[in-house]
């Protein structure tokens, strides 16, 4: 069967009232959202009498949800009387008050987890493909997400139950989805990553995948997923032969040629997931003209090198661009003969123990210069040239080729986006520091793994941002850390070469107090790629806390040499800073905290770093003037906020309590 939507006339069919629990809470009237109170108990009460298969009594809702109030029967009257505003109609009362209890009546309304478990009753293989695709749409999203209540132990132990529920009926609806895509297409290669990514452990799921796999001819990617499979269910004691069995069986039958089958939505993963870069030979000026030189090739040799640990990029090897460069072409042709988006050329020149590099990368298909710039070293010395300004090369190119993809991919049409275009869009949302801005990225992070379960780096980005919501406290810690942890966990087993890998492991790592495993695992992704500004400056994040603070300096600093115009600059900067206070340089930890808190998308912890290095350094006007910016973006921020969120050692944590008394941050 084909999966793709067909037309229907679910406008004029609509129901006039729908209530969506999955995701986050919503109550449509004909299909319009209807405004809900701003109060997390009326709509637990919604949710919980909607799932209820007949009255609960009124002593039951009161213990589920009120603690220890004065007036729990009054809390209660309360929320049905502004539930009764919103879900009662003329001459309908949906709200039902009777002696056995309180009941929600809901006929003729939709509600999406009740056609859900109607559907699992009766067998999702009976579904249509138009109400299965739209089922599978509706389950990935989280039951009553946002709708927390950590003081209702009772509540949160209700909903955890119905999530495992739910998150398995989506294993199910997701496998018939895999089941009836036919191999070699978009919507086959999604669902058969959707399905493995929720249940890694499940055989039909890693046959599905490694089929998908070997239709398109990925014989080195089948090989490797069977060895990180292998390995993991040898881990946990899972029996592995059935997926070997699968693997056998599926050698036996010809792949077909996807792109053939599926036309241009069925590229291959590769292709989706890393950007191509042709590095030319750089050319050195001399009396006899400009040309090829030995400093210059070992220059190329080196960025190429480089540039390939980083695994984000697919750059093209030495020999072919050393072929190419005597053919002396332009960069259209260079671009279509090599098959590369874009080509970096440059320029050396020698003079009075001065090497002076000048760089371009340019986009191969119109020849537009994407980014230039000149770096310098003050030695004629050829190794001493490759350690000054080799670094600086790398990081550059891959900074500015990242930053144009981000750009790009903003411009296209999102329902258009392919895996590595999703990844980079997810990027420019979550350089924006906002939870709105994150959860977008979030999203675009989920859809770029679902359409590329093998683009490790899209799990990476994933646990980026539930280390942010954590982080920022938009979300609950513990949860948010664990997720955090179980994306970094995915992006390893994808890729455990990927220095992205490590790195967001190792910040997950640090929200859960494992200093040496999160330690651990960024001096990997930085031994892995010693050019990952983002690694360094991971490091220099933990060492400022708890660790070792000269080396987080010196960590702080090398990632700013290695990337000085980073999205996360603002975090390098205010990382050096909260080390000196530990070391005592209060003056030195100011200058670098103001640093910091002018940098675009600084956010409010920032702000706070800032103004207590102020006060602890005397410069108490430019403290109070930082204390009313982050009064003016966080009304009630104080110093158990900034000390919960960064989690100091006892003395240095006394330093900081000392400034807040001083500036008003103080409870």
Not at 600 to 612: G, K, R, S, T
Request: hydrophobic share 45%; with cysteine; net charge negative.
């Amino acid at each position: 069967m084909r999966m793709e939507s067909q037309g229907s006339d679910a406008e004029s069919s609509r129901p006039g009232l729908e209530l969506r629990l999955l995701g986050p809470l919503k109550l449509l009237r004909a299909g319009v959202a209807v405004q809900l109170p701003p109060s997390r108990k009326v709509r637990a009460v919604l949710a919980y009498l909607a799932l209820a298969s007949r009255p609960i009594p009124r002593e039951r809702l009161c213990s589920l949800l009120w603690q220890v109030p004065d007036d729990p029967r009054g809390e209660l009257r309360w929320c049905l009387s502004k539930l009764r505003s919103l879900v009662d109609e003329p001459g309908r009362r949906r709200i039902m008050a009777c002696d056995d209890g309180i009941a929600l009546d809901l006929e003729g309304c939709d509600v999406d987890v009740l056609r859900l478990l109607a559907a699992a009753e009766s067998g999702f293989e009976r579904l249509g493909d138009t109400d299965l695709l739209t089922l599978a749409a509706a389950a990935e999203h989280e039951f009553l997400e946002g709708t927390e209540l950590a003081e209702s132990i009772e509540f949160e132990h209700w909903v955890a139950g119905r999530r495992s529920e739910f998150r398995s009926l989506e294993i199910a609806v997701v496998a018939e989805t895999a089941r009836r895509a036919p191999k070699g297409t978009a919507a086959g290669w999604a669902a058969a990553g959707r399905w493995i990514g929720l249940a890694p452990f499940d055989i039909g799921a890693h046959a599905r995948f490694l089929a998908e796999l070997y239709d398109r001819r990925l014989i080195d990617d089948c090989t490797r997923h069977l060895e990180r499979t292998a390995r993991s269910f040898t881990a946990d004691g899972i029996d592995f032969g059935p997926i070997a069995a699968a693997w056998k069986e599926l050698r036996k039958t010809p792949a077909t040629v996807a792109a053939e089958a599926a036309g241009p939505e069925a590229a291959e993963p590769s292709e989706q997931r890393r950007v191509s870069v042709a590095i030319m030979p750089l050319q050195e000026t001399s009396a006899d003209g400009i040309g090829p030189s030995d400093l210059g090739n070992a220059l190329t040799h080196d960025v190429i090198s480089r540039l390939a640990r980083l695994r984000g990029l697919f750059v093209i090897a030495r020999g072919s661009v050393f072929a190419l460069a005597q053919e002396q072409l332009g960069y259209r042709e260079i671009g279509e003969r090599l098959g590369v988006r874009y080509v970096v050329t440059g320029l050396l020149e020698r003079h009075e123990g001065t090497t002076t590099a000048v760089i371009e990368v340019v986009e191969a298909a119109t020849a537009h210069i994407v980014w230039t710039d000149r770096f310098e070293a003050s030695s004629l010395d050829r190794l001493a040239v490759l350690d000054e300004i080799g670094d600086g090369i790398v990081s550059a190119i891959a900074s500015e080729i990242e930053s144009a993809e981000r750009n790009r991919a903003i411009l296209r049409p999102p329902e258009s986006l392919d895996a590595w275009e999703a990844y980079h869009r997810g990027l420019w949302h979550m350089y924006r520091f906002t939870a709105a801005e994150n959860e977008h990225a979030a999203a675009l992070f989920r859809r770029s793994a679902q359409l590329d379960p093998t683009f490790s780096r899209a799990q990476a980005g994933l646990s980026f941002t539930h280390w942010q919501r954590a982080f920022q406290r938009w979300g609950e810690r513990d949860d948010e850390a664990r997720r955090a942890i179980e994306a970094a966990e995915q992006s390893l087993l994808i890729d455990e070469q990927n220095p992205a890998a490590h790195w967001s492991m190792g910040r997950a790592l640090w929200l859960v107090d494992d200093q040496a495993g999160a330690i651990g695992a960024l001096e990997r992704s930085v031994a892995l790629s010693p050019n990952f500004a983002l690694g360094h400056y991971a490091l220099a994040f933990v060492h400022c806390l708890a660790g070792d603070p000269e080396t987080a300096i010196s960590a702080s600093d090398h990632s700013r040499l290695l990337s000085p115009h980073d999205p996360l600059l603002f975090g390098i900067l205010g990382t050096r800073a909260m080390a000196l206070v530990r070391l005592g340089a209060f003056a030195e930890a100011a200058q670098w905290s103001v640093k910091a808190a002018a940098r675009p998308n600084a956010h409010v912890h920032i702000l706070a770093i800032a103004a207590h290095c102020l006060a602890l350094a005397g410069r108490m006007d430019e403290a109070r003037s930082h204390v009313v910016r982050i009064q003016s973006l966080n009304p009630g921020y104080r110093l158990d906020d900034f000390l919960k969120t960064f989690r100091f050692e006892t003395d240095t944590e006394m330093r900081y309590r000392k400034a807040a008394a001083a500036i008003g941050l103080a409870p």
